[in-house]
């Protein structure tokens, strides 16, 4: 069986669904625990046997709920829902195979289109998947950055490595869940939807987008254009909204580049990291030893590190002026 089978993501919904369990009855109680789960199977057997005396026990179970309880009541159920959505979600990338640029390519292969014609293609294409803000006004980021970890979690405890520690970090999260009011208790400002677009932005699309273009340039074999990128009209669509004006559209583009610098800039600190090799080990080119001296990096425990050095020119130099702007951009 594979992670998209169906009985695997029951099994994984009945697993969370216990550890939810848990984390209720530790936070709140075992009479609260019971009464939300009276209001489960009530509402299982009315789902399942539609007669009235199910109607009238699920009616019965929800008129005995004091308000403390209901609240408690639709927090279980809101929480059951996004872990059950998390246990859907995850998948092995099998459940919908033709939904890959991969199968496509080879269906216009068998169909007789010259691959010529699909990178021509994809070389003229633009395709801007954009970020507004309407999807963001209701969900907070604390409940989106514990739905991503408790989705990693839940691959980890899938690929087999669900020991004590994954089990006791899932508890925690859902804990957390639990204890974290799921709405905004204000209405949004624009900055706050602005603020909001960077988790996407960062989570998603900046370190995705060049795993997608790798892999997009080894199914055709050759170097195409950046054709998917992504757009937003947070902090700069003024339809209806009187907040957004001149300036909060400078702060959407500040924000979107200061994240976007500091993300490439810490990929560049990563390679300058992992970079180590020593010019007594390997060859230097003349071009790459210029670079190096151009850096500025006189630290003598690196002065046989050529790779290491050059990069430091693109963090720290000086010159050209653009890196000025770069490391003032990003603070």
Not at 20 to 34: E, P, S
Not at 64 to 79: C, H, N, Y
Not at 205 to 220: K, S, Y
């Amino acid at each position: 069986m594979t992670d998209s089978d169906p009985a695997i993501r029951r099994a994984d919904l009945r697993y969370l669904g216990r550890l939810l369990g848990d984390v209720i009855r530790t936070q709140n109680g075992a009479d609260v625990f019971d009464a939300i789960e009276g209001v489960r199977q009530a509402s299982v057997a009315a789902h399942r046997n539609p007669d009235p005396a199910a109607t009238a026990a699920l009616s019965e179970r929800l008129g005995s709920l004091d308000l403390a309880d209901t609240l408690s009541f639709v927090r279980g159920f809101l929480l059951f829902s996004l872990l059950a959505n998390l246990a859907e979600d995850r998948g092995d990338g099998t459940a919908n195979p033709e939904a890959t640029l991969a199968d496509a390519m080879t269906r216009l292969d068998e169909a007789g289109v010259a691959r010529d014609a699909v990178v021509a293609l994809l070389a003229g294409a633009l395709i801007v998947p954009v970020l507004t803000a309407h999807p963001t006004e209701v969900r907070r980021k604390s409940v989106i950055d514990r739905e991503t970890t408790i989705a990693e979690l839940i691959a980890q405890y899938r690929a087999g490595h669900c020991d004590a520690g994954i089990e006791a970090e899932l508890i925690r999260q859902i804990t957390i869940l639990w204890q974290t009011r799921p709405l905004r208790a204000v209405k949004p400002t624009v900055l706050d939807e602005i603020l909001g677009a960077m988790s996407y932005l960062g989570g998603s699309f900046l370190p995705v987008l060049p795993r997608l273009q790798r892999r997009w340039e080894a199914l055709t074999g050759t170097e195409l254009p950046a054709f998917l990128r992504p757009g937003s009209w947070i902090g700069g669509d003024r339809d209806g909204n009187p907040n957004v004006d001149a300036a909060t559209l400078e702060a959407a583009l500040a924000a979107q580049a200061r994240l976007t610098l500091g993300h490439y800039l810490g990929e560049v600190d990563a390679i300058g990291a992992e970079l180590s090799m020593s010019s007594a080990m390997i060859g230097v080119s003349p071009a790459l030893a210029d670079l190096a001296e151009a850096s500025g990096d006189t630290a003598t425990s690196r002065a046989d590190e050529p790779y290491r050095r050059a990069l430091d020119a693109l963090l720290f130099v000086k010159q050209p002026a653009e890196v000025d702007s770069l490391r003032a951009a990003v603070g």
